[in-house]
């Protein structure tokens, strides 16, 4: 059962760890590229600030977003920003979001976020944290997979294997981990089998390496969609 109190709890931790890290930067390294393609630092925080203004207006009946064009014109914008401004916004977008959650609520209600796609309510916590952690690791200031919480590993990766659970560009594949069998991609008898460290099976499904490290038997590792 998805406790979102709990995930509130754990999105709040997280971003405190993020705020630390994040005020030993200086200028300079705001401007400096990102471990995602083509984005600073900068571009990362305004991302993370943006994302918690995006996540209130899904838990209050808003779009997420005006459009794909304001989401990313709001990002390139606020890129620049000097690190006191970008400390400023993060810290300030958060405490919305976590009023936004803290209020009394249907949790089982159905929202929606981008592109169409509906959840419930509840897990809108979770997809903060996500946010939060992976984006953290992308701004690559010495955080790294392995330095994630296991709970949420563990649940991330169910969550991105149940997401790309029927997906028709994905083969079939088996997830081994810790004597547990998680089915992801297409259905079929004749599943690829993946094995491998927690934090690099993470980093497969969520796009952050390239799977070298995991092991593969039935067929070559998947290249799996953009998330």
């Known amino acids: ?3 979102h109190a709990h995930d509130l709890a754990s999105v709040r931790d997280a971003t405190e760890r993020l705020l630390i890290a994040v005020t030993k930067l200086d200028n300079s390294a705001v401007t400096e ?3 995602l393609p083509g984005w600073t630092r900068g571009h990362v925080l305004a991302h993370l600030a943006r994302n918690a203004d995006a996540l209130v207006n899904v838990l209050e009946g808003r779009p997420m977003y005006a459009s794909a064009d304001a989401r990313d014109t709001d990002i390139e914008r606020d890129a620049p920003r000097p690190l006191s401004v970008q400390l400023t916004d993060l810290r300030d977008s958060a405490a919305r979001f976590q009023e936004a959650g803290a209020g ?9 976020l981008r592109n169409g796609v509906t959840d419930s309510a509840s897990r809108v916590p979770f997809r903060r944290w996500i946010e939060v952690e992976l984006h953290h690791v992308d701004l690559g200031i ?3 997979l392995e330095d994630l919480p296991g709970d949420f590993t563990q649940r991330e990766i169910d969550f991105l294997a149940d997401r790309f659970r029927g997906h028709p560009d994905v083969p ?14 297409r259905d079929g008898t004749a599943r690829i089998t ?3 460290h927690r934090a690099d099976l993470l980093g497969w499904l969520a796009g952050r390496r390239d799977g070298s490290a995991l092991t593969v038997a039935g067929g070559p590792l998947p290249a799996l969609p953009p998330l």
């Open 1 to 3: 059962m998805i406790d």
């Open 33 to 35: 590229p990102s471990r």
């Open 104 to 112: 009394p609520a249907d949790w089982s209600r159905t929202v929606e």
């Open 142 to 144: 010495g955080y790294n």
């Open 172 to 185: 079939a594949v088996l997830i081994e981990q810790d004597g547990r069998q998680i089915p992801t991609g």
């Open 194 to 196: 993946v094995t491998g």
